[in-house]
Each structure stands twice: as C-alpha cells, then as structure tokens.
C-alpha cells in the first residue's frame, strides 16, 4: 500500500518538502502505526510528530482511527496564526 | 498547496485586508457597539529583529475553524454580526495580518468578542508564521498544538487553553501572541 502524508510548517523543512510517500508492504491499521512508519522513513520528523495533528480533509484524526482508506494524511504542527 | 482557489475563500486571503468592508455600518442598527481588532507585523519577536513574515496555512481546515469560532462568538456573546479574516503570504512591517470585527447591542459584549475571536483564531486555526530576520535567519513561532489526543496535555494544566464551549484541549509551548 502506498502512504503518503502532506506536510505544513516547520515541517517542510525538517522532510526537505511538501510531501512524502512511502510503500508499505503491510497496510497500517492505524493513524499510530502509519506515523511510525513516517518516523522510521524520516527521522527528521519524527521528534516533531507527537504535537502534530493527523487530517483527513477537515477531519482531525485520532491516533486510535483507522488509517484512511487512500492512505493519505494531511499533518499540522502546532499553529501560529494572528 | 498552500494557497487554493480563492473564490472559496471569505477568511483567507493574499491580499490586504479591506478593513471598512467588513465593519457592516450600513446595517444592524440595533447595534450601539462595535469592537476593532487589528494585529499588525511587528519588527521584534523575543529579542530578535523581525524584517518581515510569512503567513501559511492548511486551507481548508482553516476557513472551517474560524467559521466554527464566529458562529460560537455570536451565540457566546449575542452578537448581530462579527467577521474575522487573516492574511496569507509574505507581509512588511506594520501589515495588518488579522481582523476582528464584532458588533453588538452594547460595548461590553462587542470587546469581549474580539478578544475571544483572536484569541480563539490563534488556538484553533491551522496558520503558521514563519519569521525572517534581520541577520538573513528564518523560523517557525512556537504556537499551540491542536492534536485533540496529545499526552502532553494531560500534565501540563498550567498551560492548558481550556475553554467551556469546547471538546478540543490545545496546549500552546510558544509565546506567539
């Protein structure tokens, strides 16, 4: 299954981009398990992922649901707006 | 993918912010009290020379909030109207980056409302600053975390940003105001 996870913030520059893919050879059930694998693809992110919001459009995510079924993920560090 | 299309838009925009617009004088007369916030781009952030900034956001998230955030002012504070817009993109010194609007029947509940406004846009809205120095350096600010499950917040009440109307707990480990 191919993830792959749009990236905002600081965390652009921590990955070198806007977006990461990755293939993974079993689906991860979870929005947990799929960050682990980003972690693991990416160390660069992965002290920044625990303060991070996982999206699925507009839906905030818990890390207990479902990975979603297209198996992308929008990811929002902390904000700073105003 | 930062910036969309912008015909969907009324919360974001690129371009400076109209601000007489979006004062509504020519209606709701039985308001005696309008509130004004405007926070502009200052040219300092925690000792260190601020040249200019720049405003991203994750779209469609945030015209969401910050339309949850007017509709739970206007029943809060019995509002007849309020409006908030924030900048996106690069902005100067002395830029206006956010406008509240709120208006009501008396003073008191329309300043009310534009703290509660910003202060709830700055909590919950998916917007990040990113500042550019004088010495050529950049950073992101510090701000609020609005992951609904983190840890941290179980441990940190004296930095909790609780608030009665809402599920959503965010904890805040920057100074960005």
Redesign the interface.
């Known amino acids: 299954m191919n993830l792959s996870f749009e990236l905002y913030g600081e965390l652009i520059p921590l990955a070198g981009g806007e977006r990461i893919t990755l293939a993974a050879e079993t689906a991860p059930a979870t929005v947990a398990e799929a960050l682990v694998l980003l972690a693991d693809q990416c160390p660069a992110l992965q002290p920044r992922l625990e303060q991070c919001a996982a999206v699925r459009d507009t839906d905030v995510l818990l890390r207990s649901d479902p990975l979603p079924e297209n198996g992308h993920l929008v990811l929002l560090p902390p904000v700073a707006g105003g | 993918?930062?910036m969309t299309d912008s015909s969907n838009r009324t919360h974001l925009t690129e371009q400076p912010i109209a601000i007489d617009a979006l004062l509504a004088l020519d209606q709701y007369p039985e308001c005696g009290g309008l509130a004004l916030f405007a926070?502009t781009v200052r040219d300092h952030h925690q000792g260190l020379p601020v040249e200019s900034l720049r405003?991203?956001?994750?779209v469609?998230?945030?015209e969401?909030r910050i339309a949850e955030i007017e509709q739970q002012a206007r029943e809060r504070f019995g509002l007849s109207y309020c409006r908030v817009v924030?900048r996106l993109g690069a902005l100067r010194i002395g830029d206006v980056?956010?406008v509240c609007v709120a208006r009501a029947a008396h003073r008191a509940e329309a300043f009310e409302a534009c703290r509660y406004l910003?202060d709830e846009?700055?909590?919950?809205?998916?917007?990040?600053?990113?500042e550019f120095y004088t010495d050529g350096s950049s950073a992101?600010?510090?701000?609020?975390?609005?992951?609904?499950?983190?840890?941290?917040d179980a441990h940190s009440d004296n930095q909790r940003d609780v608030h009665p109307d809402h599920h959503r707990v965010h904890?805040?480990?920057?100074d960005?105001?």
């Open positions: 993918m930062t926070g405003y991203t956001a994750y469609p998230l945030a969401k924030h980056a956010i910003v846009v700055k909590h919950q809205a998916p917007i990040w600053k990113e992101y600010v510090q701000g609020c975390c609005i992951r609904p499950d983190t840890h941290s904890h805040c480990d920057g960005h105001s």
